[in-house]
């Protein structure tokens, strides 16, 4: 081989490796190029993240929405946003104040034992009822009474709703729907949550005649026509003046009515004998 010929094929092959570090080099650009978008997308997808949480946790809760809406009252009520309540022979001349909160388990217990000796007297006139709901155990007040959204579930609020949905058809469908949620083939346990479910509160509405397969009532469950009332309801509760600080609790003419050790009667034959104290009082 000449040396030129030698000389040349040292050359081409120079050139040939140059040519291939060139092509190397810009085969790395690319790739240093697309790991920096790619880091720099996942950088945005994380601080994207991060910004719809705070934005999610800071988005006010369906019921937080619902304590600035209007009050839409149900029928058969009266007084501020229609929280008061009062069913009975309008001729009964005294009126049994009941506290209660439909997740109460002690209300359920008062329910299912003394209930039917309270509705026999109700229909008998002996008295009206007035009825304060509060949802107390779905989440603690404040200080002003004011409610605090959500801490322990939403049955409470939601079952109270639905209340009203049934009040809007009938003060008896009130009533029946109110037994029928405290019964103890409905009742949920204080540590469970059901009453959120509306497709809860409407199976067992499904077990009164007046509010069996009645659409109005389902769609007043379903949209929460009756939502703000039930806030309103709670703050009555939360605000009352005749010192109650638990459910059940019942009052007439201003005094408590309870056993002698301070609570609410749980017995018919203990209610009898307080109500008929309270009556002649």
Request: with cysteine.
């Amino acid at each position: 081989m000449s040396k030129r010929n030698s000389q040349a094929s040292k050359t081409a092959a120079r050139e040939k490796l140059r040519l291939e570090r060139e092509r190397q080099a810009k085969r790395d650009k690319i790739k240093r190029q697309g790991i920096v978008a790619g880091s720099l997308v996942a950088v945005l997808a994380i601080a994207g993240g991060i910004g719809y949480a705070v934005v999610q946790n800071n988005k006010p809760s369906q019921w937080e929405a619902v304590a600035s809406d209007k009050v839409v009252a149900p029928a058969n009520t009266t007084g501020k946003n229609g929280t008061t309540v009062v069913v009975g022979k309008s001729t009964a001349k005294k009126t049994l104040k009941l506290y209660e909160d439909p997740r109460c388990p002690i209300c359920a217990s008062f329910e299912q034992t003394v209930g039917p000796t309270v509705t026999k007297d109700l229909d008998a006139g002996k008295f009206k009822i007035q009825y304060i709901g509060g949802t107390f155990l779905d989440g603690d007040s404040d200080k002003n009474g004011k409610i605090q959204i959500g801490s322990r579930g939403e049955g409470s609020k939601n079952a109270m709703s639905a209340m009203g949905a049934a009040l809007n058809v009938s003060p008896e469908a009130f009533l029946q729907y109110k037994s029928a949620l405290y019964s103890a083939k409905y009742h949920p346990e204080e540590t469970t949550d059901k009453f959120k479910s509306d497709d809860y509160l409407i199976k067992v509405a499904n077990t009164v005649d007046a509010l069996k397969n009645n659409t109005a009532f389902q769609n007043d469950v379903k949209k929460g026509t009756y939502d703000a009332w039930a806030l309103a309801m709670s703050e009555t509760w939360n605000t009352n003046k005749d010192g109650v600080t638990g459910t059940p609790s019942l009052v007439m003419d201003g005094k408590k009515i309870t056993t002698s050790d301070g609570n609410a009667p749980m017995t018919a034959a203990d209610f009898t004998t307080a109500i008929d104290a309270a009556l002649k009082a």
